[in-house]
């Protein structure tokens, strides 16, 4: 798996520069029209406002990672069984299906403070909020990629006389499995979103905590800084998601990134 | 020790018509015997097979093995399918022991079984390869090796060899034969290629289409070890001229 740097520089001049001419149009834009830092900070501003303060920055962040990994977890271990059984029966599909699309028409953002209250303010109820903004996209495709294996890998394991269980876990499973990590990358990125929420309602530390305070305090910098270590945090969620999924499923579809390979 | 009894099947389109798929089926194989079942598109060959495998069942009529009725795979028969159906995250090694490992079979000594017959298919030094870095020919080579180190004592095969090349083809039957005369086992064997059914079966089935109907049985009379020398023989061109008649003649059963 080594890329020598050339290869890698080549694969990653576009991002690269496409970061670098976004960060520069912003601290332009911002220059020239004057625009007050507490609105809309410089990325230099930024810069200047976090490092003084990284060991903080760095506890937060470390929190937050924390409640996000957590979710994240908890959507895996209770997605893959739950899609496992939908899959399974159509009498069940029937009954959990409709309950869980329920749960989805619940905005989790304005069941947030009613959990906090309910669970307490604390690690606890904040996992339970990521993993509730987070899960249902893991369920989903996870149930359409076991219902989507072909009829002739399921035929196959039947004249093998496979078991239901075999069935679903020799073949099923194996085969939804690159639906199962598309889930999770929507998923992973959902789970930031899920624990910030969460921060925002009931928590003593944490980026999103740390986004209120600042902001009630105008400092704003240190609010965008915590904002960009989100979005950084957020794709390398993306990122770990993509390398497991190299990892453990290389025949999966998702990963043919046929443009890389030209010449 | 297969036996179809006035077996029909018809399948709901999704149209909501019905398509009769077998009608009126009475066949009978032996336990060690090479039955090939030949006829156009459509016949229901596939639809016989997969009843035999326990995947679909008569509406009417009787099917039994041993005597038993036939209601899910049973233990013994193995299958290959049209298309080689192998399992993309296994290497081509653990596709062929898959069945065996999902009755904890695949013991030191059937792995080694496999790679036996990999080697004897051709695929010597392609046992760790994944399905799709093989060529269309080789995955069904190795679905062959996946239904054979099963040690079947009813092989299934539907149009096995149609995915491979003539020259292959025609390896693959002799190997198949040479394979069925060491170890012994019923063998039904649905092909489009006439001769590939006389030099190869005991006894030919000739299908006709709509509703899907035995319209003739060829027994084969031709000694036993088979050769493409035998091609050229009296027998051959009487098997192979009765089983053409019957596919583009039509009409009802000879008496
Ligand atoms: N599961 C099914 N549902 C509906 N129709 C089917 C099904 N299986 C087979 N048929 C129909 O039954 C007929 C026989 O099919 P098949 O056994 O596959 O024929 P063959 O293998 O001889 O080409 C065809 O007309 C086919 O469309
Ligand atoms: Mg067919």
Redesign the pocket.
């Known amino acids: 798996m080594l890329i020598s740097t050339g290869a890698w520089t080549r694969r990653n001049l576009p991002v690269i520069l496409s970061t670098l001419s976004l960060l520069l149009g912003w601290e332009i834009v911002c220059r020239a029209f004057g625009i007050r830092p507490f609105l809309l900070p410089t990325p230099s501003a930024i810069w200047t406002a976090v490092v003084p303060v990284w060991p903080n920055i760095a506890m937060h962040t470390a929190v937050t990672l924390r409640t996000v990994m957590l979710g994240l977890l908890a959507s895996i271990v209770v997605s893959l069984p739950l899609a496992m059984l939908i899959a399974s029966s159509r009498t069940v599909s029937a009954a959990i299906y409709p309950m869980l699309v329920l749960t989805q028409s619940v905005p989790k953002v304005a069941l947030a403070p009613i959990l906090l209250v309910a669970l307490g303010a604390n690690e606890f109820s904040r996992v339970i909020i990521t993993f509730l903004v987070a899960f249902f996209p893991l369920v989903v495709s996870s149930v359409a990629g076991l219902l989507a294996t072909p009829p002739e890998l399921v035929e196959l394991g039947r004249t093998c006389r496979a078991t239901r269980v075999q069935e679903l876990l020799r073949i099923r499973l194996p085969y939804a499995l690159p639906f199962v990590f598309g889930g999770l990358r929507v998923a992973a990125a959902l789970c930031v979103v899920g624990a910030v929420v969460a921060e925002f309602v009931g928590a003593d530390s944490g980026l999103g905590y740390l986004i209120q305070t600042s902001m009630a305090f105008f400092r704003t910098p240190v609010a965008f800084g915590a904002v960009v270590i989100l979005a950084i945090m957020g794709i390398a969620l993306f990122q770990l998601v993509e390398i497991t999924e190299r990892l453990i499923v290389p025949w999966s579809s998702n990963l043919d990134n046929n443009f890389n390979e030209e010449k | 020790m297969i036996s179809l009894a006035r077996v029909g099947k018809t399948?709901?389109?999704r149209r909501g018509g019905h398509?009769q798929?077998l009608d009126d089926v009475t066949i009978s194989v032996g336990a060690d015997e090479f039955v090939a079942i030949v006829?156009?598109?459509?016949?229901?060959?596939?639809?016989?097979l997969?009843m035999v495998a326990g995947l679909?069942q008569p509406d009417i009529g009787h099917l039994t093995l041993d005597g038993k009725v036939v209601t899910q795979a049973t233990e013994g028969t193995a299958m290959v399918f049209q298309a080689p159906t192998l399992l993309p995250w296994m290497n081509v090694e653990r596709n062929v022991t898959f069945p065996l490992s999902l009755s904890g079979r695949d013991v030191p000594e059937a792995r080694e079984r496999g790679r036996a017959l990999l080697r004897a298919a051709g695929l010597a030094g392609f046992e760790q390869r994944m399905p799709r870095e093989l060529s269309g020919g080789m995955q069904q080579r190795v679905a062959i090796c996946r239904g054979l180190v099963q040690k079947p004592r009813i092989l299934l095969m539907?149009e096995p060899f149609g995915a491979l090349d003539a020259l292959t083809r025609e390896e693959m039957s002799l190997a198949l034969l040479e394979l069925w005369q060491a170890n012994p086992m019923a063998v039904i064997f649905?092909t489009h290629s006439i001769s590939e059914a006389v030099l190869l079966a005991d006894r030919v089935i000739v299908?006709s289409?709509r509703p899907?109907r035995v319209a003739e049985i060829v027994e084969v009379d031709l000694p036993r070890p088979r050769s493409f020398d035998q091609e050229a023989s009296a027998e051959f061109h009487r098997c192979s001229k009765l089983i053409r008649d019957r596919i583009y003649g039509g009409g009802s059963r000879a008496h």
């Open positions: 399948f709901k389109t398509v798929a006829g156009a598109s459509g016949c229901g060959k596939s639809t016989l997969r679909v539907d649905v299908m289409p899907g």
